[in-house]
């Protein structure tokens, strides 16, 4: 008989916790139809219910209830602001109590709620922020968090220097970023967000980032950052800046370039060498910047550099640097310009006779005018450089000349 009952109890209470699972499905699906459907009324009424009666059932009823505590705040009166944020912060509570491993990023939301509503006090917001950095550091991305983050990170150091040094500080500075570089790479639909938080922390810092500063930090810290590429990257990025010439740039810029080759490891060895005087070690890193490089605008910088810094020396090069500039940005005029003026500064070098110095103004007044195509605002320099050019390339009148070969360097037949 007690076998029996006992068999009964365990059917009545398999079938109790199945329907009340199926009823936690039916809330849910009530719940996002409300929402579907502007009830926000109800859904709240639900919601209420859902987070007491369903606290684990998924992490869907969670995303449909912060939506809804999230319309409320928008429409409460200031008054009631606060408390509507509060209920809010206690969704994100309960959802990471019952879901301990979930991906939300609810640190950084709470954060968010207080910084965008303006509720609560500095330090909730900034344990959150901190919380949201030392613990969910890979959903970390809001890029206004991220700014908000290391501003009072950075006031908290000028209050209490005796407990932040300088150095932890520039770890600070590097670990933020160092995320903000990742998330770069991660949404480069933000990338303009991210290069405005970028260049905020960087003058918050600009009398941190001294050489006297950094210089030291990265003496005593490259060792034991050895094979941290994020360190790495970021403190050849500020040591590129004011220490271009100092043995340490070369030495973190080395070991980056040794861990993970990239177009930013081989760009800060060629500005290296190219402080140090050693243009052509400087020239071949500076190409396999380029090389490298994902980004074709990019990519087209670092060739553009090249030509620049060959325009005197080596205009064949040059030329074939620009061409490369080109091809990867079309669309920039500027790289006509100069070809324009490469041609132009190369008549006494490649014009063995009159006919042929004419044939290069032509074509340098050619070149330049292709920028007019690319950038139209381009058009007023552009068109006085020509009728400058013009005026040089003139064959008398008599002259029965169709063409002009061009050899030298430029290998090129004009047409007049």
Known sequence: MKKKLFILFIVIFSSFAKAQEVNCEEKEKQLNKYLTDNENKKALELWDEVKISCPSFSEKNYLLGSRILQDQIEIAETKDKESKV????ELYNQYDKYFPNNKNGNYEKRAIALYTYKVGKPEALYSYLNQAFEKEKETFSN??????YFEMYFAKYKEYKSSISLDTLLDKYNEVSSLITANNR???FKKEEYQRVSLGIDLLMQNILTKENIIPYAQKKIA???????????TARVLSVQCKSNPVFESVATKLDKTNPSSNSAYYLATYNLNTGNQDKAIEFYKKSAELAADPLEKATTYYSIATILSLSDKATAEKMVLNALASNPTNGRYYIFLANLYANSVDECGTN??????????????????TLVEPRLKPTANSMSSEYLKKAILDGDSKVKSVKIGCWIQQTIQF
């Open 86 to 89: 509060d209920a809010l912060v």
């Open 224 to 234: 034991e950052n050895s094979n941290d590429t994020s360190w790495l990257d970021t």
């Open 143 to 148: 890029s206004q968090a991220l700014y908000t």
């Open 186 to 188: 991660k949404f480069p």
């Open 354 to 371: 009159q006919n042929e110095r004419k044939a290069i103004y032509k074509l340098a007044s050619n070149t330049v005018l292709k920028a």
